[in-house]
Structures are given as structure tokens and as C-alpha cells.
């Protein structure tokens, strides 16, 4: 069965710093996708990245990094420099299959890890 | 840019009664993903449709139905509701363009079931 698991319930991290958010998952396709989403207290669920499976360099959006280790099964969201605002649930998830054509295009989550930024 | 669109943002129904959500997806997106995501869990995929067939049946209870209309715009209709229905719950869209498919969330509907 696909899953996703995230092994930090809870993370704190100075502001200005950099953080790592784990994230493992178990998948027997050869095609997937791997998703981070932010959800403040707010509520709504944000896209931060992804990272496909054949993609052969890791992800990168403004300060959002993803480090990808396949034969790990790993792909771990990097945060650097820290704000106060980036204080939120973050969701690790991923998409079995090609995603195309609506196939097996829905998402499973990891349970989150709830980032605290101190200033 | 147009984000997804969800109606209402908050609903307050009691048991037994009957409840209905709205999705209006981002423009040109042609698939609608529904999860339900209870209070401290992760978001559980519901159902999806794509160019208005129904393509994937998560965990959706058989009191739940869903539907994707012309528009694309799709409903959720729940009936028969229980305690345990209270959840948030999100409407995504995507558009399979070079095949990331990234879903994009809707603002969600906070229902709560008395």
C-alpha cells in the first residue's frame, strides 16, 4: 500500500535559520509525484513544490528546496531563512501514476509536521 | 491569478439533515478532487472527476454523492448527516500540463455537524 509518513510531529526553528522537514514513502510505481503543502491556522491548503519521480534534479521555488533521495525513498523539504509567517502544518503528499487523463490522480498525505519560527 | 472557489466557507447543519457544497475550479482546469480533512488529521481523498466523469472513489461514504456539471463546476451532496461529518473539507483542481497534475486547493468548507 502507498504511504507517506512524516516523522516530526513538531519542529521549532529560530528565525533567519534554515529548517529540514522529513518526509519518507513507500510506493511500488515507477511514476509518481511528491507534493509539499503548507496549511497555516487559517486553514487553506498552500502548494509550495513538487517533485517527480524522473525528475533528476531536486526541486527549488524562491526558499523552498526539496531534497530528493529516490533509492531512499526520501524527499525532504528544506527551508531556508526562516520567517515568522512560515509558523504552519506542513503536508507531505504524494500522486501515484503519471497524473494525467484524471488516473490516479488523487493525493495521500503524511499526518504533518506543525513548524513553530521563534523570533 | 483565479484560485479554486468553494461554497459556502462555513455551514452549520444538525443530524439527519442534508447538506450541499459547491466547487468552481480554476479556469481551464478539467478535474475536481474532493477531501475531507477532520479536526488535528491529514486530508482523506473523497472522489474526483475528470472532464465530468467520475475517474477515482476514495473513502467517500455511500451517503455522500458528488457531481461535476458543463461548467465544470461540481457539488457535493451529503445527506443523512452524522457527528463525525464535521470536517473541513476541500475542493482541488488540476490540469495535467507536462504531467506534475499539481492540485490546487480551494479555500475549503468548514462543516459542522450538531
Known amino acids: 500500500a502507498q504511504k507517506i509518513t512524516q516523522t516530526q510531529p513538531g519542529m521549532f526553528v529560530q528565525e533567519k535559520e534554515a529548517v529540514t522537514l522529513d518526509c519518507t514513502y513507500d510506493?511500488?510505481?515507477?511514476?509518481?509525484?511528491l507534493f509539499w503543502y503548507k496549511q497555516p491556522s487559517s486553514g487553506e491548503m498552500i502548494f509550495l513544490i513538487y517533485?517527480?519521480?524522473?525528475?533528476?534534479q531536486n526541486a527549488t521555488e524562491g526558499r523552498y528546496s526539496l531534497n530528493f533521495q529516490k533509492a531512499r525513498k526520501s524527499a525532504n523539504l528544506v527551508i531556508s531563512a526562516s520567517q515568522l509567517g512560515d509558523s504552519a502544518m506542513y503536508f507531505c503528499?504524494?500522486?501515484?501514476?503519471?497524473?494525467?487523463?484524471?488516473?490516479?490522480?488523487?493525493?495521500?498525505f503524511g499526518k504533518g509536521t506543525k513548524l513553530s519560527v521563534k523570533p | 491569478a483565479a484560485g479554486v472557489i468553494q461554497s459556502p466557507r462555513h455551514l452549520i447543519k444538525e443530524k439527519r439533515e442534508t447538506a450541499t457544497l459547491k466547487c468552481y475550479p480554476i479556469?481551464?482546469?478539467?478535474?475536481v478532487y474532493w477531501y475531507q480533512q477532520g479536526p488535528g488529521q491529514d486530508p482523506q481523498f473523497l472522489i474526483s472527476?475528470?472532464?465530468?466523469?467520475?475517474?477515482d472513489k476514495g473513502s467517500i461514504p455511500d451517503r455522500f454523492s458528488a457531481q461535476q456539471f458543463s461548467d465544470y463546476h461540481s457539488e457535493l451532496n451529503m445527506s443523512s448527516l452524522e457527528l463525525g461529518d464535521s470536517a473541513l473539507y476541500f475542493c482541488?483542481?488540476?490540469?495535467?500540463?507536462?504531467?506534475?497534475?499539481?492540485?490546487?486547493f480551494g479555500p475549503g468548507t468548514r462543516l459542522t455537524v450538531l
Open positions: 479556469p481551464r482546469h478539467d478535474t
Open positions: 503528499a504524494m500522486r501515484e501514476g503519471p497524473g494525467y487523463g484524471g488516473s490516479q490522480g488523487n493525493l495521500i
Open positions: 517533485q517527480g519521480s524522473y525528475d533528476e
Open positions: 482541488a483542481s488540476s490540469f495535467p500540463s507536462g504531467g506534475t497534475d499539481t492540485q490546487y
Open positions: 510506493t511500488s510505481d515507477q511514476s509518481y509525484g
Open positions: 472527476f475528470y472532464e465530468k466523469m467520475q475517474s
